[in-house]
């Protein structure tokens, strides 16, 4: 914490909830970060929360938070509460005079905002009841589907169908509001989970305040542990039913770090005050990840078809040539935009068995969810396009996030286009090394063609070949309800080791949210995309970086210890030994200390 802060004890409150919620990614940073800069800026020392009021950025709410830290610190140590003084003028923050209390004038009063209590029994009334059933202190969510089946009982409204036919609108549409107001926070995929902020669960505690022997009574305080131990709680029918679907989600709340090595375990999505304790378990079994039972298609019972990517055109003014060149082959491709990839293979049930995968995947209910992805994804490059892609850093971050998608067979088409000599000689070296590291380093197939008609004709014959070989197997799909995305790589490796012959699939949806760029992205992958914005940090280096330091404030922390060279130098003497692609140099290792301190 600064040394020059007049307030240090209210900054690093203030600098906490700001932590958190840039770990839970909510609207309160903004709101936090000014409040943290005045504070931090203001060269008044205050006796009082209260006089805080007066800084740009502290209101009423934040300061009332901040009297109550101020209260249970004081009992915690044994000292006497300071009492209000009347007041801080602005003239005294801009010209730092003495604090005069008997000349101050008593700040204006500052109009209450009318405390947020939603209508009983409405959609938002039962939402918040319904997700202050889970705990306040839990780090992990309700999925739609839980959370409807624990609201519905307590809302007068349908949250599945609309109570006026002339209407689109749910009882569901309330979550929104709650969204908009900061009461509930959202996040997790490929299924939404919904969890209750720290401004929504004061909501539910005035709803329970509000109305004596409500549901809220037992669920929002739980029992004393003299009464637990004279009767056991009454739980509703809904809230035991609940209790024995989510044993499956729980399993997965170990954040387990996906390319790592799988005895690391980080968990970026877990409250502060909670990861100090999780970082201690620094050993993870494989039993811990989730248990499930596959949604199993005999043979014969899937179609096979290729959807190739929207974006994938030969020009702009021809964007329909591939489809129709493919079709001409007998193949009758799939176009829309993939979130990875610029073609892959799906498996659609046949009629008889459409309704297996809806039944089974209750909640995967987006677009994609009545088909499967299966083990073959195609990335082509235009060989100018490989150059731009290098250049940019694109390359390594494309394979980077293929790694990561779960899909084992990768394949790189590489289509032959004319260049200039000039280019040729400057950047064939780094096109060779290129396909070298894409085949020896990653593993990956690296198929080169002379033209585009020439990659159609590969992809025709791909599917042809993957319709026979899909057509005899019995196909396994993962319920979207188990996946998370630190699991969701170590169980796939758990399941090949175990069952080599057989392949393990997710539904597109699945696939899509997994996969995409920015949709509730950890802290963790946000991290390791920093890194890979300073050129010459591949994701190799970046990943080694990240086990080093977990965060970003860790490794911005790191290098405030260190000063001169020392800083320059740090990353380098803590990589600098490992194999070359991992390793730092020097010169990476200072543009690193320039970027980051």
């Known amino acids: 914490m600064s040394e020059d802060c007049a307030n240090p004890l209210l900054l690093g409150w203030i600098k906490e909830w700001l932590d958190q919620a840039r770990e839970r990614n909510s609207k309160g940073i903004t709101v936090y970060k000014k409040a943290y800069d005045s504070m931090k800026a ?3 020392r205050f006796e009082h929360p209260a006089e805080a009021q007066q800084l740009h950025g502290l209101g009423p709410k934040l300061c009332d938070r901040l009297t109550d830290k101020l209260k249970a610190h004081c009992t915690e140590n044994g000292l006497p509460m300071p009492k209000v003084r009347r007041g801080v003028t602005k003239r005294q923050l801009n010209d730092s005079a003495p604090l005069d209390e008997g000349l101050a004038p008593a700040p204006k009063r500052v109009r209450k905002v009318k405390a947020y209590v939603p209508t009983l029994r409405s959609g938002a009334y039962a939402l918040i009841v319904a997700l202050a059933t889970i705990g306040e202190n839990t780090s992990q969510g309700l999925t739609k589907a839980n959370t409807i089946e624990l609201a519905q009982p307590h809302c007068d409204s349908s949250f599945t169908a609309p109570s006026d036919p002339t ?3 749910t009882a569901w549409n309330s979550m929104k509001t709650l969204i908009g107001k900061d009461l509930v926070y959202e996040h997790g995929r490929p299924l939404r989970r919904y969890m209750l902020t720290e401004e929504g669960w004061e909501v539910a505690k005035r709803i329970k305040g509000t109305e004596e022997g409500s549901v809220l009574n037992s669920l929002v305080k739980g029992p004393s542990r003299e009464e637990s131990s004279e009767r056991p709680t009454r739980k509703t029918k809904t809230a035991a039913t609940s209790n024995k679907r989510d044993v499956a989600h729980n399993q997965g709340l170990i954040d387990l770090d996906e390319i790592s090595s799988a005895d690391e375990i980080h968990q970026s999505d877990a409250p502060l005050g909670q990861r100090s304790q999780i970082g201690e378990q620094m050993h993870l079994q494989v039993d811990t990840l989730p ?13 096979v078809n290729l959807v190739l990517d929207s974006r ?21 491709p799939i176009t829309r935009g993939l979130p990875l990839g610029d073609a892959l293979w799906i498996a659609r049930p046949k009629s008889t068995h459409e309704q297996l995968l809806a039944r089974a995947n209750i909640g995967d209910d987006e677009e994609g969810s009545n088909e499967f992805v299966l083990d073959h994804i195609i990335e082509r490059k235009r060989l100018d396009d490989l150059i731009f892609s290098i250049k940019d850093g694109r390359f390594h971050e494309q394979k980077f996030r293929l790694r990561r998608s779960g899909i084992p067979n990768v394949t790189y088409i590489i ?6 000599a000039e280019r040729g000689d400057k950047y064939g070296e780094a096109v060779s090394s290129a396909i070298a590291n894409t085949q020896v380093v990653n593993g990956y197939f690296v198929k080169q063609t ?12 791909m599917t042809n070949m993957l319709q026979e070989i899909y057509d005899k197997k019995s196909l396994h799909v993962i319920p979207s309800a188990v996946l998370h995305p630190q699991t969701y790589l170590p169980l796939q490796t758990k399941l090949r080791v175990e069952q080599p012959d057989q392949g393990h699939y997710i539904t597109f949806s699945a696939f899509s949210s997994l996969c995409s760029k920015s949709d509730a992205m950890s802290l963790r992958d946000v991290f390791l995309k920093m ?27 790191a290098f405030e210890k260190l000063d001169g060279e020392a800083r320059e130098r740090m990353v380098f003497e803590q990589l600098g030994t490992f194999v070359p692609r991992k390793k730092v140099a020097p010169t990476l290792s200072a543009k690193l200390a320039e970027v980051w301190s």
């Open 167 to 169: 209407r689109f609108f």
């Open 42 to 44: 203001c060269p008044l």
């Open 312 to 332: 994938e055109v030969r020009t702009l003014k021809d964007r329909e040539y591939i489809s129709e060149e493919l079709q001409k082959k007998g193949i009758s």
């Open 415 to 420: 289509e032959d286009f004319s260049i200039s």
């Open 291 to 303: 248990n499930f039972s596959p949604i199993v298609f005999p043979p014969g019972s899937c179609t």
């Open 531 to 557: 890194l890979m914005c300073t050129r010459g940090v591949t994701g190799e280096k970046a990943l080694e970086i990240q086990k080093k330091w977990k965060t970003p404030y860790a490794f911005v922390e």
């Open 450 to 461: 002379g033209k585009l008609d020439d990659t159609i004709r590969y992809l025709a014959k």
